[in-house]
């Protein structure tokens, strides 16, 4: 088992450029999560999903999409990335009926220039 | 808004010691849960904790989830350098949208 992937592991962007993070799970999580991870401002949420077809919104999701086609894949989608976007980005998925524990990713180191 | 704040934010000490992490909160959590994150990699879980009072030991960290639910601890007994990382602690309201702790970083030196 994989667990939870995320490509690439580094990115550079320049303003204005679009780009997709990739997250894919083998452990038949429903539940699946985008986290942003900033120095002394912990993790913190940007969308969620609880199953295929069905996403919300997390703690800060302006500037991100996401959709849900599959229960394995949770792409996370910058339109036209900004400096305040440069942050290491987390994927992570949990499993239903517990108590909330979370498996992350590997996460992707982004830069936005 | 930062519900859960973790003290201390750097901790260094030599190998052997032993130390305690906090967790405090104002708000109560269906259950805490402590994470151990090495540079470079994501978080790995540790512990959940969902009783007030609870404690569980793994090897040589205890976890401490407190009366009210609402603050934790992590005590490590007898450090070794295989420890050092950054511990997280995340409260989960129900099911979903667990709030992370802005972390402790540990350097445990040989």
């Known amino acids: 088992n994989a667990g939870v992937t995320q490509t690439p592991k580094f990115q550079v962007l320049k303003t204005g450029q679009s780009m997709t993070l990739q997250c894919a799970q083998d452990m038949n999580h429903e539940y699946m999560s985008w986290y942003r991870q900033d120095p002394g401002m912990g993790l913190r949420l940007i969308h969620y999903?609880?199953?295929?077809?069905?996403?919300d919104q997390g703690e800060v999701p302006n500037g991100y999409n996401v959709s849900r086609s599959t229960t394995e894949d949770f792409p996370l989608r910058l339109l036209s990335a900004a400096p305040s976007q440069t942050s290491v980005y987390f994927c992570?998925?949990?499993?239903?009926?517990?108590?909330?524990?979370?498996?992350f990713g590997p996460g992707t180191r982004l830069t936005v220039t | 808004t930062q519900l859960l704040e973790q003290s201390p934010q750097f901790l260094s000490i030599q190998e052997g010691e032993n130390l305690t992490v906090y967790c405090n909160s104002s708000?109560?959590?269906?259950?805490l849960q402590w994470y151990r994150q090495e540079p470079g990699e994501g978080p790995v879980l540790l512990v959940t904790?969902?009783?007030?009072?609870e404690v569980k030991k793994l090897k040589r960290l205890t976890f401490q989830f407190g009366d009210a639910r609402k603050d934790s601890s992590l005590h490590i007994t007898a450090a070794q350098p295989g420890d050092t990382g950054l511990y997280l602690c995340a409260g989960a309201k129900g099911f979903q949208k667990l709030v992370f702790g802005t972390g402790t970083r540990l350097l445990v030196s040989p």
């Open positions: 992570a998925t949990q499993p239903t009926g517990g108590p909330g524990e979370q498996y």
């Open positions: 904790v969902v009783t007030g009072g």
């Open positions: 999903s609880v199953g295929a077809g069905i996403t």
């Open positions: 708000s109560v959590f269906s259950s």
